[in-house]
């Protein structure tokens, strides 16, 4: 087994003071839940110099309204998510993600910041998030300031730098999030995963976003995929609509034909809904 290397550790009680440590340290990891960083630390070749744990930070967790949306602290456990009757009711494709995302002790550990800022390709919450509009706020020794959540992901991480918090705005009235794993567990590490939103008024469908969790990029959007939905009331669109535009997009999930397969039967799975959530 790794024996772990030497390492300041550091538990400051503010924003500020993490800050002023984040910029100090010559080689700093920060600490959210753990659930990542202890794997880290057993593999990585380029060790830190300081771990800064974050989990003594209170304005970094809760969840609370933000105009017609949520703000979700970085350091807020997944279980706590599960359990918000604001994100359930606004939010219902975040809780289908979070009560899939690892095993019950995971889940009371691991946090949304962390589920983010570690920027791996397999993990569920950036997908549903970027297809509800959530957009992330960062701490630098410059301020603060928020970013799309999809821009964020699209472009290096600045050096040091805190995620603070997750904006999710006014919840649309739909969204789902259909998971496949590598086995039949369904706690598994994700295989493939679509995330579906829309607000819809009677009928119709309107700002659609379809985003793909490819499990081996950043989530991808299915453009022409939306552009079917934004385009046609519910009763209109057909599978083989569907399945073209599907075709379209493939070349940027850059996904083999069993998953662009399991991608046309979740997108089957969800016109079925819509057909019977828009009568």
Not at 17 to 22: N, Y
Not at 25 to 38: D, K, N, V, W
Not at 229 to 245: C, L, P, Q, T, V
């Amino acid at each position: 087994m790794p024996i772990l290397k030497d390492f300041k550790f550091h538990s400051p009680g503010s924003l500020n003071a993490a800050l002023a440590l984040l910029e100090k340290a010559r080689a700093p990891l920060l600490l959210a839940g753990g659930t990542f960083a202890l794997n880290y630390l057993k593999k990585v070749s380029k060790y830190p110099t300081d771990v800064i744990s974050l989990k003594k930070i209170s304005s970094l967790k809760g969840i609370k309204a933000q105009g017609k949306g949520l703000w979700v602290g970085a350091m807020t456990a997944i279980y706590e998510l599960i359990g918000s009757r604001a994100v359930c009711d606004a939010f219902p494709s975040v809780i289908e993600a979070s009560s899939k995302l690892g095993t019950t002790p995971i889940r009371n550990m691991a946090t949304i910041g962390g589920n983010i800022a570690s920027r791996f390709y397999w993990v569920d919450l950036p997908a549903v998030l970027i297809s509800l509009g959530a957009s992330v706020t960062l701490a630098t020794k410059k301020g603060k300031k928020t970013v799309a959540l999809e821009k964020f992901l699209s472009v290096p991480p600045e050096k040091k730098y805190i995620l603070t918090g997750i904006v999710l705005p006014k919840g649309n009235s739909l969204s789902f999030y259909f998971r496949h794993t590598k086995t039949a567990q369904e706690t598994d590490v994700p295989s493939l995963g679509l995330a579906f939103s829309a607000v819809k008024k009677g009928r119709v469908i309107s700002c659609a976003r379809c985003i793909v969790n490819t499990t081996s990029s950043f989530p991808v959007a299915l453009k022409k995929v939306e552009d079917v939905f934004n385009n046609f009331s519910s009763g209109d669109i057909r599978m083989d609509m569907i399945e073209k535009a599907l075709l379209e997009d493939a070349r940027a999930t850059k996904l083999d034909d069993h998953r662009l397969h399991l991608l046309a039967v979740d997108l089957e799975k969800l016109l079925g809904i819509l057909r019977q959530k828009c009568v």
